[in-house]
């Protein structure tokens, strides 16, 4: 009878032990694995996709992408064919149904209107950021909203009539070169706003004048910087525009082209919207700040506390089936 019990003392023992060691490991594990995600949820990072605007091209991202892959981000920059509202929407959405996973949408300038009106719709955008940018409400064009705040844009301008394959002709417009480092790029050494000059890409004039149709921001949490030396987009335009979309919104001294002045910073903002990305929008909305709700992090530290708590028990527990059956 001493050597059964004995046999089944020392079982239970080795049951309880091994429990303890087993939800201590499982809650600790619990809590430290989103540590390791820096993004979308499973630890998927989303994909960057970044739109330029009117008189210039992709290669204006190429500060902000390097810091994003130096990240870990995937990016994706492409052409913005600046020929109308609607259809530079209707392509940039195409190229956003060839991305898989979670996307943070940015766009500078103009762009922001190309993006608001092309992720509408998409489930896979979870931020817009809106860099210095156009945001127009449904019915609003960027010509409107120029209309309403006044910039230097509207003397900074040339027309020039174009026609295409098909009996397809319009107007471009173009940024006078002597109004390009004043109006454009001031934050910029001079002999770099020349080159700009030089390489821009003209946007047709249907590009400012169609009015937007949908408004995404209206459903996705969105990021806003303002410039407050924008000459190009006046900086109240840009505050106006954030507010009422209930973005978070930083602002900073630099001129229109803050993704090239600054790209530390405007990577930074990008980051906030990647790491964001899954928060529901009622989340974003709110914005940043102490609230009074429980972190993630906290919750699963008081599982890890949980965990540890237990296995201790099932260790003293079984400490004393062992001064019973010594």
């Known amino acids: 009878m001493a050597a059964t019990l004995d046999s089944r003392s020392r079982r239970r023992i080795r049951r309880a032990h091994v429990a303890a060691a087993g939800c201590a490991l499982a809650l600790c594990a ?56 609607y259809s530079d929407a209707e392509y940039i959405a195409s190229v956003l149904e060839s991305v898989k996973g979670p996307i943070v949408l940015a766009g500078h300038s103009y762009g922001g209107a190309v993006i608001s009106s092309a992720a509408a719709g998409n489930p896979h955008v979870k931020s817009l950021v809106y860099v210095s940018a156009l945001m127009p409400d449904v019915g609003e064009s960027g010509m409107s909203l120029g209309e309403r705040f006044p910039s230097a844009l509207g003397t900074a301008t040339r027309s020039v009539p174009y026609r295409a394959g098909g009996g397809v002709s319009g107007t471009d417009l173009y940024l006078k070169r002597d109004k390009v480092h004043p109006v454009f790029a001031a934050c910029l050494p001079e002999s770099q706003a020349n080159l700009l000059g030089v390489t821009q890409r003209p946007a047709a004039t249907t590009a400012f004048s169609e009015k937007a149709k949908v408004a995404a921001w209206k459903t996705i949490p969105s990021w806003a910087l303002v410039g407050r030396q924008d000459m190009t987009i006046n900086p109240d335009q840009e505050r106006f525009q954030a507010k009422r979309a209930h973005s978070h919104t930083v602002e900073l001294d630099t001129c229109h082209v803050s993704l090239i002045a600054r790209p530390d910073a405007v990577a930074d903002l990008i980051l906030q919207a990647a790491t964001a990305a899954g928060s529901s929008p009622a989340l974003a909305d709110t914005g940043s700040g102490s609230g009074g709700g429980r972190s993630g992090t906290g919750v699963l530290a008081g599982l890890a506390a949980g965990g540890l708590i237990a296995g201790a028990g099932a260790v003293l527990g079984a400490r004393r089936l062992r001064r019973r059956f010594a």
């Open 30 to 85: 619990s809590a430290a694995a989103p540590a390791a995600a820096d993004g979308d949820t499973a630890g998927t990072k989303p994909t960057v996709v970044l739109i330029h605007g009117a008189f210039a091209d992709a290669s204006s991202w190429n500060g902000v992408i390097e810091r994003l892959e130096a990240r870990g981000y995937p990016v994706i920059a492409p052409a913005n064919p600046l020929r109308g509202l």
